[in-house]
């Protein structure tokens, strides 16, 4: 075939060839002087060769590698560490540092959480809830406060030193009713010696109410007194007011003169003091000091468990872990909830003792506590319908006597 070499071994240009150059390429062609012998001018001209079946490909040993098939320059090799060079500290590593601050956040965020959970659940409740008839659901939540005078729990040595007399006394000193709803927080003092009809025995002081029928029983007094369904209560010991106060390092009191009454124990110098645990419990009980006695108390009652709750939410309270520790061990031991009322409420009742709105003392017709029953009603009544808005300065006084 002309042009296709012969069958001689002459391909027609002078080459020996076999005759099949013109398919495979003749060794040693090529144009232009960069061509060498042994080397194909045209190695695409070749027709590839199909491995057999069962035979791999030999393996291509001049494959560049792939950073450098895209045409990136390889990184260079590292050069092993000397033996002599010094290793590097981890704490001269700034995310060393990082790593142990969120460490310790996360492990103070568990103690935060922790300690309240397990200090609630020693704490006692109480069934609070009368069995008779009770005024029906209202707005808002109240609260019913009592300050127990009983030394339960307490020594022969801390009853001499706290002067609370008789371990075997059971009164309430002091009745607070909490209220929180749409409008202005408030806290109505109700004097112990308040002459209320106790049901199945009489009319009597109030306070004695606690000692004839328990907790049940004064909520029960003082429900059908007021026509304010009471929605959870709390209570606190003698001991417990000490030891709260000295959990939160102490509490300001600003007597407006220096008192000295020997009954309570308390001596202190007119105008704004520092006090530990014993000398607020003895202000909150001190009365003799006063021509108006009980009600000098309630205020300085209300000044003590208002100080009492704007030092256990402030924050110093939460970021000192000692602080934080002693205030919610001191809970169990001198606190009781009355059934119902959780970790969740008892924070709002907490929240809502250091809030600034009204506060005064229930109506009183005479220094006897004996109530004036209209500006009484009248001040229940924007309670019940929760509309403390409506407070008139006449029926919320600070001493409960109409000005």
């Known amino acids: 075939m002309a042009g296709r070499g012969n069958h001689n071994g002459d391909d027609g240009d002078g080459s020996n060839g076999d005759g099949f150059d013109w398919i495979y390429g003749a060794p040693g062609a090529g144009s232009g002087s960069g061509s060498q012998p042994g080397r194909d001018a045209d190695p695409t001209r070749r027709l590839p060769v199909q491995p057999r079946p069962g ?39 700034p995310r060393t540092y990082v790593r142990l601050f969120f460490a310790l956040l996360a492990l103070w965020l568990v103690f935060l959480v922790a300690v309240p959970i ?3 659940n020693k704490v006692d409740k109480v069934d609070f809830e009368p069995s008779a008839d009770r005024p029906g ?5 109240t609260y019913l406060l009592v300050g127990s005078d009983s030394r339960a729990g307490l020594t022969k040595e801390e009853r001499k030193k706290l002067h609370t007399g008789n371990e075997k006394s059971e009164l309430t000193d002091t009745i607070l009713l909490l209220h929180t709803g749409d409008g202005p927080t408030t806290l109505v003092s109700i004097p112990r010696d308040s002459p209320l009809k106790i049901p199945g025995f009489g009319t009597s002081k109030v ?38 106060v000295d959990a939160v390092g102490g509490i300001e009191i600003c007597p407006k003169k220096a008192i000295r009454d020997k009954p309570s124990g308390l001596d202190v110098k007119k105008g704004c003091q520092e006090v530990d645990g014993a000398t607020a419990l003895a202000y909150s009980r001190a009365r003799k000091h006063s021509p108006i006695s009980d009600l000098a108390r309630v205020q ?38 009355g059934e119902g009322m959780g970790p969740v409420a008892a924070g709002k009742w907490a929240l809502a003792m250091t809030d600034t709105g ?9 220094a006897d506590a004996t109530w004036d029953k209209k500006r009484a009603n009248k001040l229940f009544a924007t309670i019940i319908e929760d509309r403390t808005e409506d407070i008139t300065p006449d029926l919320c006084t600070a001493t409960g006597l109409a000005d």
């Open 207 to 244: 306070n004695s109410a606690y000692a004839k029928g328990g907790t049940p029983l004064l909520v029960q007094t003082l429900e059908n007194a007021t026509g304010i369904r009471i929605d959870h209560y709390v209570e606190i010991g003698f001991g417990g007011l000490v030891g709260v």
């Open 358 to 366: 009204e506060s005064c003392t229930v109506p009183l017709a005479s």
């Open 55 to 93: 035979v791999s490909p030999p393996r291509q040993t001049n494959r560049m590698p792939p950073i450098e098939q895209y045409g990136a320059t390889p990184e260079p090799p590292r050069s092993p560490r000397p033996n002599w060079a010094p290793r590097r500290s981890p704490w001269s590593r």
């Open 137 to 141: 659901d209202q707005p808002g939540t």
């Open 300 to 337: 300085q009652q209300r000044e003590v468990v208002a100080a009492v709750g704007k030092r256990v939410l402030s924050p110093w309270s939460v970021v000192n872990p000692l602080r934080w520790w002693k205030l919610n061990a001191a809970v169990p031991d001198f606190f009781r909830f």
């Open 118 to 120: 397990v200090s609630w």
